[in-house]
């Protein structure tokens, strides 16, 4: 059963750092690209940055560009999400999102959430003093 597994998250003041991870089980992530997704509350998920399945191409939201970096260890079957000098208005469910790609496709991916299709439960990230 393919599945995909957010932790890292938890209350930090502004300013602060987190990582997350996003662990895949029952697949490997070396075909997949993958993408962090944010939700608060009352507003629509969003897309907030995302990797290539090669690892070559990484793109970002420009409210997070600059903050937030993007990695993955295919070793460990895990992408990573560091957030620095986060902001109040960062405050969100984070969810990790994988979708498999053809060969020809591996440098690219999309902040796009219909371009996914397996989806992590999340975690929440609250920043605030």
């Known amino acids: 059963q393919l599945q995909l597994v957010e932790s890292g998250g938890g209350l930090v003041q502004p300013g602060g750092s987190l990582r997350l991870s996003c662990a895949a089980s029952?697949?490997?992530?070396?075909?997949?690209?993958i993408g962090w997704f944010r939700q608060a509350p009352g507003k629509e998920r969003e897309g907030v940055s995302c990797?290539?399945?090669?690892?070559?191409?990484?793109n970002y939201r420009d409210s997070v560009k600059g903050r937030f970096t993007i990695s993955r260890d295919n070793a460990k079957n895990t992408v990573y999400l560091q957030m620095n000098s986060l902001k109040p208005e960062d405050t969100a469910v984070y969810s990790c999102?994988?979708?498999?790609?053809?060969?020809?496709?591996?440098?690219?991916?999309?902040?796009?959430?219909?371009?996914?299709?397996?989806w992590g439960q999340g975690t929440q990230v609250t920043v605030s003093s």
């Open positions: 999102a994988a979708v498999r790609v053809f060969t020809a496709f591996r440098g690219v991916c999309s902040l796009s959430r219909p371009s996914y299709n397996y």
């Open positions: 990797i290539s399945s090669s690892g070559t191409s990484t």
């Open positions: 029952g697949f490997t992530l070396d075909y997949y690209a």
